[in-house]
């Protein structure tokens, strides 16, 4: 009887709960940095490529703090993985050219929803200023 209502209890609140976003899943979400390098006045690019050990960062949910970071890759790329289902936000920093004085730090954003346990989430190339 006693193993009966343990099994119970544990099934009750086991399916429960409802788990947040963030770290403990299947999914992945990944992608690529690029950067654009300008001049000192921000009037003609000099190079442009994919940008290796930059941070990234995501965010888990709706909230406002890091929940992790990495660094991209030879070829710009980034992952994180073992993510669970839910809503996310990836960014890295560049420059912002439109404002005054030109070169304030500016985030580049992208929200994200995982609707899938084990699914993969390749996202749009991040271009950045330096």
Same mark, same amino acid.
């Given at each position: 009887?006693?193993?009966?209502?343990?099994?119970?209890?544990?099934?009750?609140?086991?399916?429960?709960?409802?788990?947040?976003?963030?770290?403990?899943?299947?999914? !992945?979400?990944?992608?690529?940095?690029?950067? /654009? $390098?300008?001049?000192?006045?921000?009037?003609?690019?000099?190079?442009?490529?994919?940008?290796?050990?930059? !941070?990234?960062?995501?965010?888990?949910?709706?909230?406002?703090?890091?929940?992790?970071?990495?660094? !991209?890759?030879?070829?710009?790329?980034?992952?994180? $993985?073992?993510?669970?289902?839910?809503?996310?936000?990836?960014?890295?920093?560049?420059?912002?050219?439109?404002?005054?004085?030109?070169? $304030?730090?500016?985030?580049?954003?992208? /929200?994200?929803?995982? $609707?899938? /346990?084990?699914?993969?989430?390749?996202?749009?190339?991040?271009?950045?200023?330096?």
């Amino acid at each position: 009887m006693r193993t009966l209502l343990l099994v119970l209890i544990i099934c009750v609140f086991g399916f429960s709960c409802k788990k947040k976003p963030g770290e403990g899943g299947f999914a !992945t979400i990944q992608g690529k940095v690029y950067v /654009k $390098n300008y001049d000192a006045f921000f009037t003609y690019i000099t190079s442009e490529y994919f940008l290796p050990s930059e !941070t990234v960062y995501i965010i888990y949910g709706d909230g406002k703090e890091i929940g992790e970071s990495v660094k !991209t890759g030879y070829d710009g790329s980034f992952k994180f $993985n073992y993510l669970r289902k839910g809503n996310y936000q990836v960014y890295v920093m560049g420059k912002d050219t439109t404002s005054s004085p030109k070169g $304030n730090p500016k985030e580049v954003l992208a /929200k994200v929803t995982i $609707n899938k /346990k084990k699914e993969v989430i390749i996202l749009p190339d991040f271009v950045i200023i330096k």
